[in-house]
């Protein structure tokens, strides 16, 4: 069964102190591997997309890799306004699969 | 703007009667999807549609329906067979299926 975990389900970082977040899959044919930011009572905000072992894609102190079984999100130096959950999504076929998040607060 | 819009942002029903939530996108993008989101769950597909008067039903299909008659909107109907109804639910858009959602500002419903 197609299967995305991420890990760890939540982190509290102080301000300045890098960190990753995991996304590991199982699933059959992938097409692609996103990343989304989602705050509180909000819809997810398009992060990444990456498609093929190897790839990294960086917007601002998020960076996001990729191997054949998981995905990394690492942030540097992290901010209080980095404080969300951050959402893996695999896409098999025509279905995009989520994980549960991973929910980070960033302590000043 | 180009974007997603949802509405009601909260809605409230009783048990027993049905409810449509509104979903309207001016991206222009051909595939459209309805999720529902609960607690330590990650999101769930409900329906999906590719293109006008097609669409698709996803994993927990159980209990809603949509109708897809114009590209811009995507209407989703909880029904009165919905066994349980309240959640978060997110509309999303795309330029295909092959390609990054974008997600509306969601539905929380809530039925007493």
């Known amino acids: 069964e197609d299967q995305v975990t991420q890990s760890p389900e939540a982190l509290r970082l102080q301000e300045g102190e890098s960190s990753s977040l995991n996304c590991s899959y199982t699933?059959?044919?992938?097409?692609?591997l996103f990343w989304y930011r989602q705050d509180p009572g909000k819809g997810p905000e398009f992060l990444f997309t990456l498609y093929s072992a190897g790839e990294e894609k960086e917007k601002e102190r998020l960076k996001a890799t990729l191997t054949k079984k998981e995905s990394f999100l690492h942030i540097t130096a992290p901010k209080p306004e980095d404080s969300a959950t951050y959402l893996c999504?695999?896409?098999?076929?025509?279905?995009?699969?989520f994980g549960t998040g991973t929910s980070l607060t960033v302590i000043p | 703007d180009g974007g997603i819009t949802q509405s009601p942002k909260y809605l409230f029903r009783k048990e027993g009667q049905n409810v449509t939530l509104s979903c309207e996108q001016n991206?222009?993008?051909?595939?459209m999807y309805w999720y529902r989101q609960d607690p330590g769950q990650g999101l769930r597909l409900i329906y999906y549609?590719?293109?006008?008067?097609?669409?698709q039903k996803g994993d927990i299909a159980e209990g809603y329906s949509v109708s897809r008659e114009k590209k811009e909107s995507f209407p989703l109907t909880v029904t009165s067979a919905q066994k349980n109804p309240t959640a978060f639910y997110l509309c999303?858009?795309?330029?295909?299926?092959?390609?990054?959602?974008?997600f509306g500002p969601g539905t929380r419903l809530t039925v007493t």
């Open positions: 999303a858009s795309s330029t295909g299926t092959e390609y990054e959602q974008y």
């Open positions: 991206l222009n993008h051909d595939a």
């Open positions: 999504a695999v896409q098999a076929g025509n279905q995009f699969y």
């Open positions: 549609s590719q293109i006008v008067n097609d669409f």
């Open positions: 699933v059959s044919g992938l097409r692609g």
